[in-house]
């Protein structure tokens, strides 16, 4: 018996010791293959460079996942630093010929990341060096940027979806009421209409008159863009905007200039050779992620000076919370000013670049960031590009900076805040059946429960909280952009503004993209000569390994969000209430644009 419990538990010991083995032979894999991304391969003479139109379109591409190549999920996102880098190289690189913007299904986008991505390919275009576009389908996003190019491609039974922008809204006051939830609410700001889903039915006028005011004016650019590089007038793509276009014939869209040739996919590669002059085999392809690597592997550092680009991006918390959703990037307050602390003490830094794209979040953390805006403008220059959001704890984070650069179809300004606290009592109570009892030492004590709805005593002072946030808010505006704090107020009020609308009320100083900002920032610091080192780093392998493994919900929440689509981030808003700061300078709410 003794021999038998020796040899079985030495047995067992070695299948341990096995698995050990294999499990890291398998991790050293994955780095492996996770550090490959990095090794580019050479551009041989008569290259075409593909872009794909497919997944998040985000302002830098996510690393691979660990989890998710484990898994073998694919989740990529294509990065608008990487694209843009990759099309001036592509510009400048005698090797490669031309573009080939291959449509697939691009989501996430905003309207500002499509004009910077779009303004590069007409950049890029300058060369005299070609671009074509095919789809199956192109969404409204797809075509908007497929329309700068020589050739644009369709599917003999394909669709294009230019329809016009529209903003939806989900009410939830009905189904609240229905769960004997009241959510109670305290804010500054005729157009801070983040609280309307939980206290209206319908849309208010003002926030009507909001949308329809942004949204036409990023139609209006759109029209005007499409209508210069297809030749039609923007009232005659309006016209046809309006004729049903998503569901006519291709036949229709060629008529009517929108494409300029019907083919399948496989009949692409003869396209592009006939505009190369050469035979389909004579001709090369590369990627997107291949050029920016050797684009960036090329590079040579010409001075000893820096200007830091430091990437700004998602929802603004103080804290990670664990009730965030982990798979999105994220502007962690004790993060970012620990970053930002660094590179202002950091003396080979002579100027910072900070690129927001965020519809805000805590303002307790917006102001801690603001501070540290403050700090680096003590010591040397600091622009901002704002990319396709900074509005509300956005614009709160950048409205310090000696210099504010926007697209015009930015969505910025959001100057107010609210407190949102929901009463559970009817639910718990009347519906549960569960009495809740207090017992406490003050008046106070129980302030900001759940279970109770507010005494009118705790509402004034709940206001009077939220005033304070609100004068503190325009004033650090008002400061930072030589404005009167009256001034701001008359434009603030929570009302989300274009970049067009934005320049000419003061609240930015230039329309443009992230090369002009980082020109502006060399401008200021007198710099002739410097690197551009982008912040923060980009996780390794084993880093990200280590984050996903001690997170119980990451990989879930990925399959969620690829699962719900559109509504994934209602679900997000709603979880993400139970956990939020109560002062919040945020968004009204996430804009999904049909692109």
Known sequence: MKDFLKYTLATITGIVIICIIIGLFSLLSLAGMASMGAVSEPIVDNSVMIIKLDGALTDRSAEASPVDMIMGSTNESLGLTDATAAIKSAKENDKIKGIYLESGNLSGATPALLTEMRDALLDFKTSGKFIVAYGDNYSQGEYYLCSVADSVVINPEGMVEWVGMAVQTMYYKKILEKLGVNMQVVKVGTYKSAVEPFLLDDISDANREQIETFCGEIWGKMLADVSKSRGITAEQLNALTDSGLVLKQTSYLLENKLVD?????????????????????????????????????????????????????????????????????????????????????????????????????????????????????????????????????????????????????????????????????????????????????????????????????????????????????????????????????????????????????????????????????????????????????????????????????????????????????????????MSQDNMQAAMPYFIKFNL
């Not at 804290?319 to 993060?335: C, N």
């Not at 805000?360 to 501070?371: M, P």
Request: hydrophobic share 40%; glycine share 8%.
């Open 261 to 577: 040739k019907l083919a399948y996919s496989d009949e692409v590669p003869q396209i592009i050779a006939a505009m190369m002059d050469v035979d389909a085999d004579d001709y090369s392809t590369t990627t997107v992620q291949n050029v920016a690597t050797n684009a960036n592997n090329s590079a040579k550092s010409m001075s000893g000076d820096i200007v830091a680009v430091y990437y700004a991006e998602g929802d603004i918390v103080q804290s990670q919370s664990p009730y965030s959703f982990m798979d999105e990037q994220g502007i962690v307050g004790e993060k970012v000013i620990r970053d930002l602390k660094e590179l202002a003490d950091d003396d080979d830094v002579k100027a910072v670049v900070m690129r927001v794209n965020s519809p805000g979040g805590s303002a307790y953390a917006s102001e801690q960031i603001w501070h540290q805006v403050m700090n680096i403008k003590a010591k040397k220059p600091i622009v901002v590009s704002m990319g396709g959001y900074a509005a509300s704890g956005g614009y709160y984070i950048s409205c310090a900076a000696n210099w504010i650069v926007a697209q015009p179809t930015t969505l910025t300004g959001s100057i107010g805040i609210f407190g949102t606290f929901p009463d559970v009592s009817a639910l718990v109570t009347d519906k549960l059946g569960v009495n809740v009892a207090v017992v406490k030492t003050n008046e106070y004590s129980d302030l900001g429960s759940f279970f109770r709805p507010f005494s009118t005593e705790e509402r004034e002072l709940f206001q009077g909280y939220i005033n304070h946030g609100y004068d503190l808010f325009t004033r650090r505006c008002a400061e930072g952009r030589g404005l009167s704090q009256d001034s701001i107020k008359v434009i603030g009020e929570g009302r989300v503004w274009t970049g067009l609308h934005a320049i000419k009320l003061g609240l930015v100083d230039q329309l443009g993209n992230l090369d002009d900002a980082i020109a502006k920032a060399k401008e200021l610091a007198e710099l002739d000569e410097c690197s551009i080192k982008e912040y923060p780093a980009k996780k390794s392998f084993f880093e990200q390994l280590m984050e996903e493994t001690q997170s119980n919900h990451s990989y879930a929440d990925k399959q969620m969000q690829l699962m719900l689509g559109e509504y994934y981030n209602d679900v997000k808003t709603i979880r993400n209430i």
